[in-house]
């Protein structure tokens, strides 16, 4: 029987995640699932923590024990400012996903952009010399943008509807990478100009997040050669999805990539190897009971 079965003791170790809202959060099925899998005394919580006050959870962190947290939305770029060590992926993204608490100080990583690349390894899609287009440039195209300029893809094209937004995390990847970039905005006429020449599409924006919301594009400018990967995982079939499948395009929604950035956090805070099944399935479980 597992530690967690038994019941929560004083040797507990505490993690979790700081998000506002936070009630949305899978995470802490997936990592739950998993610690009880591997008979580890930990359990993984749900905090909501109001972006105004996050800098003073965050200093207080370390002073009731608890040992890390993941970092969701709209919190990752606060983080950022209020850790004592940056790994070289915050550092690059300037985001904090996942905190480690050793001797009183926080570490600060960011898995978002490694998970992201496992997820695509795990549906066998080859990166080396694709061309990309990514929708968006917030906090999430940023992580994914960037890591994929570093990741030996061919070409990036980034389009967002703030088209000045898409320019400057052009300008930001062009100094890190040789590859070539470039901004459009977020608009059919221009996506249906260069979708021949793509081979993966990825939607980082939040449109297809809420009931009703139309596809961001139609299946008129995609392609059957294309990847299209939402990273939106609710409902499993997104409306891009839905229109990807109509022009014939492979497809895959964001749980894949939420399964992997949580898999790495696991390992960074246990130091074991993630079990990725169970992990997996917790998720998926999830994902039918809400
Ligand atoms: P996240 O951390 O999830 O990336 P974000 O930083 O707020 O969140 O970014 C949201 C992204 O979705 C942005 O690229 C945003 O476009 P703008 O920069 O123009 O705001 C995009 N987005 C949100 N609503 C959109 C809509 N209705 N149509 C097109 N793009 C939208």
Do not use: C
């Not at 062009?174 to 081979?199: C, G, H, Q």
């Not at 960074?268 to 399935?281: E, V």
């Amino acid at each position: 029987m597992s530690l967690i079965s038994q019941g929560i003791n004083g040797r507990t170790k505490i993690v979790g995640v700081f998000g506002f809202p936070v009630e949305h959060s899978l995470s802490p099925q997936m990592h739950n699932a998993a610690f009880r899998f591997q008979n580890l005394n930990f359990i993984y919580l749900p905090f909501e923590v109001k972006p105004q006050k996050l800098k003073y959870v965050l200093e207080n962190l370390p002073y009731m024990g608890i040992k890390g947290v993941n970092l969701t939305v709209p919190h990752k770029e606060i983080a950022y400012n209020y850790v004592d060590v940056l790994s070289k992926e915050a550092k690059l993204i300037k985001a904090v996903n996942t905190i480690k608490v050793i001797n009183n100080k926080l570490y600060g990583y960011n898995t978002d952009g490694s998970g992201f690349i496992k997820s695509l390894n795990s549906a066998k899609i080859n990166i080396k010399n694709k061309n990309v287009i990514v929708l968006g440039a917030g906090g999430a195209s940023r992580g994914i943008s960037i890591t994929l300029s570093l990741a030996g893809i061919r070409s990036l094209v980034i389009a967002n509807r703030t088209y000045e937004k898409a320019q400057k995390l052009v300008n930001k990847i062009s100094k890190l990478s040789e590859i070539k970039v470039f901004a459009i905005p977020l608009e059919e006429n221009y996506i249906k100009e260069i979708i021949t020449d793509m081979d993966i599409l990825i939607n980082a924006t939040s449109v297809g997040l809420n009931k009703g919301d139309e596809p961001i594009i139609s299946s008129k400018s995609l392609h059957p050669k294309l990847f299209v990967y939402d990273l939106i995982y609710s409902p499993s079939e997104t409306p891009l999805m839905k229109e990807a499948r109509k022009s014939g395009a492979r497809t895959t929604n964001g749980i894949s990539m939420l399964l992997y950035q949580g898999a790495l956090a696991y390992e960074i805070w246990t130091g074991k190897p993630a079990p990725i099944k169970i992990m997996r399935n917790s998720l998926l479980k999830a994902m039918k009971s809400r």
